[in-house]
């Protein structure tokens, strides 16, 4: 079973609400990750956990801010969002993010995704 | 400077009409190379990973390779239920443990009936 599931599918949010994202795996995955995509654009990463502690954060403005309370949860609390950060958030999963694998890199596997309008 | 670039951007096929999608990367260090497929609006769904140069993976109508700059995903004979777009992403790094993942930009694929 490879399945990343992401709640809600789809949501709408004025920009002085707060909302949250969450992402479930029960992979026994130990690495978690948050993207942002743009329509007809490649998935931006956002944040990475590894071992359920934040180990890259790409600059992302603080109005996202990411929570892992367990090693099979990820949320994305969000906050006095713009427009502009209207997309398609993905989260995704892999065995690991490190070199426990050696060279080779695990496999990140998707949710489905939810869809942000932010008005 | 490390890159994935894919092409063609977009690509029209008639059903049954074979055809490869390029993935070229610069990256040092390669530490997998995997490829997604993904309808709109939906998550990119896992297709391949390939780690070493000559690898080949194959699923269904499609084929994956892997050369020391770039990789190909072959499709054979493709359906209208084949459209989608084809993301190649690539992590390298060598031995350090930073992100270096990077995706291209993908090619959309449609397959007319």
């Known amino acids: 079973d490879t399945e990343v599931t992401q709640t809600p599918k789809h949501l709408v949010m004025g920009m002085t609400n707060k909302k949250s994202l969450k992402c479930e795996q029960h992979?026994?995955?130990?690495?978690m990750y948050w993207y942002k995509q743009k329509a007809k654009k490649p998935p931006e990463l956002m944040f990475v956990?590894?071992?359920?502690?934040?180990?890259i954060n790409e600059s992302v403005p603080s109005r996202f801010s990411p929570e892992c309370p367990n090693s099979s949860l990820l949320n994305l609390h969000l906050h006095a969002l713009q427009p502009e950060d209207s997309a398609l958030y993905l989260c995704a999963s892999s065995q690991d993010h490190g070199l426990a694998g050696g060279l080779r890199t695990d496999t990140q596997y998707f949710g489905p995704g939810t869809r942000l309008t932010v008005l | 400077e490390d890159q994935v670039t894919q092409s063609p951007e977009a690509l029209r096929l008639q059903e049954g009409e074979s055809s490869s999608l390029n993935c070229s990367y610069t990256?040092?260090?390669?530490?997998?190379l995997f490829w997604y497929r993904q309808d709109p609006g939906k998550g990119p769904e896992f297709l391949f990973t390939l780690y070493s140069a000559g690898e080949e993976k194959e699923k269904e109508r499609l084929k994956a390779t892997l050369t020391k700059k770039e990789s190909f995903l072959h499709i054979t004979a493709p359906k209208p239920e084949d459209s989608a777009t084809y993301l190649c992403?690539?992590?390298?790094?060598?031995?350090?443990?930073?992100?270096?993942?990077?995706f291209g930009t993908g090619t959309s694929l449609t397959v007319i009936p």
């Open positions: 992979m026994g995955h130990r690495a």
């Open positions: 990256v040092s260090g390669l530490r997998g």
């Open positions: 992403a690539v992590r390298g790094g060598g031995t350090n443990t930073g992100n270096q993942f990077y």
């Open positions: 956990y590894s071992y359920e502690k934040l180990s």
